[in-house]
């Protein structure tokens, strides 16, 4: 069946760099996505959401982009901080009653 | 505005023991409420998901089951856990508006099965 699922398994970038976490759907029918971020024993938080008439989308410090082309879609985090650190899931409504949720992604963010 | 609640937050429980586990959301009526598993570094597997009181629907065959018996209350049971049944398990809720969107995920609880 159609899954959206992740590239990198986890990531380590430095503090202060620049993060991106990408996400390959393969759902067509997909008209929005969203991100979440997930720390360690807690429920996911949202992050951020993207609808599919949309490429881009910013928000604080987060930007997601979406390339229908590819299927493809990803999350920028300006200047990582330590509290950055968590697992990054997206997510697609492919139309059913329930989100689709990727395998995640785990930032690891050095001082 | 909303809030969601689930309990306990950690439980360990013997194979064979029944489990009851109780997600309640305020601040809103008539939510979409979700049951999910999360196996340890995995993502999330949806389990049940209800539009309304008495309204549940199953993603996967096993030996668990939602009951939503007031408005705002969710509860996952099972009558003998697996080892299986091992996990961290998330209540979320959603608005009852045409095609679900964004979900709003509780604390969890994290159930250990010996």
């Known amino acids: 069946g159609e899954s959206v699922g992740l590239h990198l398994p986890t990531l380590s970038v430095q503090e202060g760099d620049n993060s991106i976490i990408n996400c390959a759907y393969s759902?067509?029918?997909?008209?929005?996505f969203i991100w979440y971020k997930q720390e360690s024993g807690k429920g996911p938080q949202f992050i951020i959401d993207?609808?599919?008439?949309?490429d881009k989308r910013q928000g604080q410090r987060v930007t997601v982009l979406l390339n229908k082309t590819v299927k493809h879609l990803s999350l920028q985090i300006a200047a990582t901080q330590p509290g950055d650190s968590a697992v990054y899931f997206c997510?697609?409504?492919?139309?059913?009653?329930?989100?689709?949720f990727g395998s995640g992604t785990r930032l690891q963010v050095q001082p | 505005s909303q809030t969601i609640h689930q309990w306990p937050a950690t439980l360990v429980q013997p194979v064979g023991s029944p489990l009851s586990l109780e997600c309640t959301v305020e601040?809103?009526?008539?939510?979409?409420l979700y049951w999910y598993r999360q196996a340890a570094g995995r993502g999330l597997q949806l389990l049940f998901y209800?539009?309304?009181?008495?309204?549940i629907s199953s993603e996967v065959p096993q030996n668990l089951s939602a009951s939503r018996p007031q408005d705002r209350q969710f509860i996952l049971s099972s009558k003998k856990l697996l080892l299986s049944d091992s996990g961290f398990y998330l209540c979320?809720?959603?608005?009852?508006?045409?095609?679900?969107?964004?979900?709003?995920f509780g604390p969890g609880t994290r159930l250990t099965v010996l």
């Open positions: 979320a809720w959603s608005f009852a508006s045409g095609r679900e969107n964004e979900q709003f």
């Open positions: 759902n067509s029918a997909s008209d929005y």
């Open positions: 601040g809103t009526s008539n939510p979409n």
């Open positions: 993207i609808r599919s008439n949309m």
């Open positions: 209800s539009v309304g009181i008495g309204q």
């Open positions: 997510a697609e409504n492919t139309g059913r009653r329930a989100l689709t």
